[in-house]
């Protein structure tokens, strides 16, 4: 087992060269990869077998990096980033600098800055937006921990990440909320 910041590094130096991670995030496990890839990303949904007309989540490590995909942020995320006490995503209009294939049909993003020790060193490592979806096959029960994660997924990877395997806790998904550019809030999912 390496520490945080190894296996942060190694999974980064996968992610640089295209290919897709899974990894421990601030919920379930998720698959990963570039989030401006979007070849990467292509292969994200074939290991789900998911239509890529359904957009896929991505992760930051910070406030500032989130700015770099979303051409306005709303004053209102500012404020709900820094008072949850959960994980939260945030969908935004206007997304940018992304993979086109992972945005909604609308042009939105689904972002999360994540506080959790892993995902957020791997961000800040990699520099980029990550994606992070469910790790699990498209419509199959997302599993709440490491163990519960098909063989077939596993295999798919290029990278599993060592830390975190052995946690047998069963976090939960992440509230989703709506964030429009004029500030109107809709929850997705609490």
Request: with cysteine.
């Amino acid at each position: 087992m390496g520490t945080i910041a190894d296996e942060a590094r190694k999974a980064v130096e996968v992610m640089r060269k295209g290919g897709v991670i899974l990894y421990p995030t601030d919920t379930v496990w998720g698959i990963g990869c570039d989030a401006t890839n979007a070849e990467a990303v292509k292969r994200v949904y074939e290991i789900k077998r998911r239509t890529d007309s359904k957009a896929l989540l991505l992760l930051v490590d910070s406030a500032d990096r989130l700015a770099r995909y979303v051409s306005n942020v709303h004053p209102v995320a500012w404020d709900l980033i820094e008072l949850t006490t959960k994980p939260l995503t945030i969908v935004y209009d206007g997304a940018r600098n992304l993979a086109p294939n992972l945005l909604a049909e609308d042009g939105s993003v689904g972002i999360r800055v994540t506080s959790e020790l892993f995902s957020k060193e791997l961000c800040y490592r990699f520099q980029k937006a990550v994606v992070s979806t469910s790790a699990n096959i498209s419509g199959e029960p997302t599993p709440a921990n490491f163990g519960e994660i098909s063989p077939e997924i596993i295999e798919a990877v290029d990278y599993v990440v060592n830390y975190k395997q052995l946690d047998k806790g069963r976090p939960k998904a992440s509230s989703i909320i709506k964030l429009t550019a004029n500030g109107t809030v809709t929850v997705i999912r609490e």
